[in-house]
């Protein structure tokens, strides 16, 4: 059974900062892209940052400088790293394990979710 399993959200004042993690089970992150998105009230689910299977990040260009992904294949974990909080960050934190197999078919799994909170 695959299992995603997000911790590290909470409350945190504006310019404060957060660390999320994502452990993972029942499969090998490291042939996975993973990713961290997020869904605020009312909007969309958007991503904020995702590192490939060989290390390339990408991030929205709302975190850029703020935000940093990175990822433990040992621990088949991965990290959101995320400084210089402000109010509009505010939103469930997803975490993401993406891959297209060798027939091309998508796999793809979710974590439950994290809140997020900035505000004073």
């Known amino acids: 059974q695959v299992q995603l399993v997000e911790s590290g959200g909470g409350l945190v004042e504006p310019g404060g900062s957060l660390r999320l993690s994502c452990a993972a089970s029942?499969?090998?992150?490291?042939?996975?892209?993973m990713g961290w998105y997020r869904q605020a009230p009312g909007k969309q689910r958007e991503l904020v940052a995702s590192i490939s299977t060989g290390g390339r990040l990408n991030y929205a260009d709302s975190v850029k400088g703020r935000f940093t992904i990175s990822r433990d294949n040992a621990e088949n974990t991965v990290y959101l790293q995320m400084n210089s909080l402000k109010a509009e960050d505010t939103a469930v934190y997803y975490c993401?394990?993406?891959?297209?197999?060798?027939?091309?078919?998508?796999?793809?799994?979710w974590g439950q979710g994290t809140q997020v909170t900035v505000s004073s």
């Open positions: 993401n394990a993406d891959r297209t197999t060798s027939n091309g078919a998508r796999v793809s799994f």
């Open positions: 029942g499969i090998i992150s490291s042939i996975y892209v």
